[in-house]
């Protein structure tokens, strides 16, 4: 039985419809509210494997497939058939872009096309009840194929996710501290070599041993090689 639908804009995760009864008489309806709200982020994010996948989430699967902008997903029983729920996700899809394509990515809020709950509870209706003529017809429709459609654990696709990100800010950290110590360094070494020449510089004794400057002045900072400072 279908529980939940959802359809987001994938390029920044944006909810643009939902069915409104959902998750009514659903117990930890918000949490696996989060978890569809995480998965369109993760989307958003470029963090997707495939243009269609279920995702395992408790009793229940996550059925999702998205074309272009849009992401259309819908919360079923584990015992509905997935090839019915790719289905119904494929009805939602031609007709939310026949109605509503051209707005969709001028739209500015969240849920700009609420109205379209009104084809989402009709079209759930019809597949409700798998043992109707209609469902089982669809059932036995061999030219529509879901068994390569992959199946994952939803911490697994939201770790996933959540992994990429904190490696991405880890280099950027890394990245950006570095120039800073770079930076640091070189003006460290600018000032050891003013000050160095400041105090030996006008050294009258200096010249005896200039010739070991070289073993006298520690490396400089970022440097590899002594530097030898002839006077």
Same mark, same amino acid.
């Given at each position: 039985?279908?529980?939940?639908t959802m359809i987001a804009r994938v390029?920044?995760?944006?909810?643009?419809?939902?069915?409104?009864?959902? $998750?009514?008489?659903?117990?930890?309806a918000e949490m696996y509210k989060q978890?569809v709200k995480a998965l369109f982020k993760?989307?958003?994010? $470029?963090?997707?494997?495939?243009?269609?996948? *279920?995702?395992?989430?408790?009793?229940?699967?996550?059925?999702?497939? =998205?074309?272009?902008?849009?992401?259309?997903?819908?919360?079923?029983?584990?015992?509905?058939?997935?090839?019915?729920?790719?289905?119904?996700?494929?009805?939602?899809?031609?007709?939310?872009?026949?109605?509503?394509?051209?707005?969709?990515?001028?739209?500015?809020?969240?849920?700009? =096309?609420?109205? =379209?709950?009104?084809?989402?509870?009709?079209?759930?209706?019809?597949?409700?009840?798998?043992?109707?003529?209609?469902?089982?017809?669809?059932?036995?429709?061999?030219?529509?194929?879901?068994?390569?459609?992959?199946?994952?654990?939803?911490?697994?696709?939201?770790?996933? $996710?959540?992994?990429?990100?904190? &490696?991405?800010?880890?280099? *950027?950290?890394?990245?950006?501290? *570095?120039?800073?110590?770079?930076?640091?360094?070189?003006?460290?070494?600018?000032?050891? &070599?003013?000050?160095?020449?400041?105090?030996? $510089?006008?050294?009258?004794?200096?010249?005896?041993?200039?010739?070991?400057?070289?073993?006298? &002045?520690?490396?400089?900072?970022?440097?590899?090689?002594?530097?030898?400072?002839?006077?």
């Amino acid at each position: 039985m279908v529980k939940m639908t959802m359809i987001a804009r994938v390029t920044d995760g944006l909810p643009l419809a939902e069915g409104l009864d959902d $998750g009514r008489d659903l117990v930890d309806a918000e949490m696996y509210k989060q978890q569809v709200k995480a998965l369109f982020k993760n989307l958003s994010k $470029g963090h997707n494997e495939a243009s269609r996948m *279920s995702i395992e989430t408790g009793p229940y699967v996550f059925q999702y497939l =998205f074309e272009g902008r849009v992401c259309y997903l819908t919360m079923c029983d584990r015992s509905y058939p997935k090839k019915l729920a790719f289905q119904y996700l494929e009805d939602l899809k031609n007709e939310f872009e026949r109605v509503n394509g051209a707005q969709i990515e001028t739209a500015a809020r969240p849920y700009a =096309f609420i109205k =379209f709950d009104t084809f989402i509870q009709k079209t759930k209706k019809l597949y409700q009840d798998t043992r109707t003529q209609r469902n089982i017809a669809k059932l036995n429709d061999e030219l529509y194929e879901v068994h390569q459609i992959m199946t994952r654990n939803v911490q697994e696709v939201l770790g996933v $996710g959540k992994r990429i990100t904190e &490696v991405s800010q880890m280099s *950027s950290r890394l990245t950006s501290e *570095s120039r800073i110590y770079a930076d640091k360094a070189r003006d460290l070494n600018r000032q050891f &070599v003013i000050c160095f020449l400041l105090h030996v $510089g006008f050294d009258s004794k200096v010249g005896s041993c200039c010739h070991c400057v070289g073993s006298c &002045v520690p490396p400089l900072l970022g440097e590899s090689k002594v530097m030898v400072i002839q006077l």
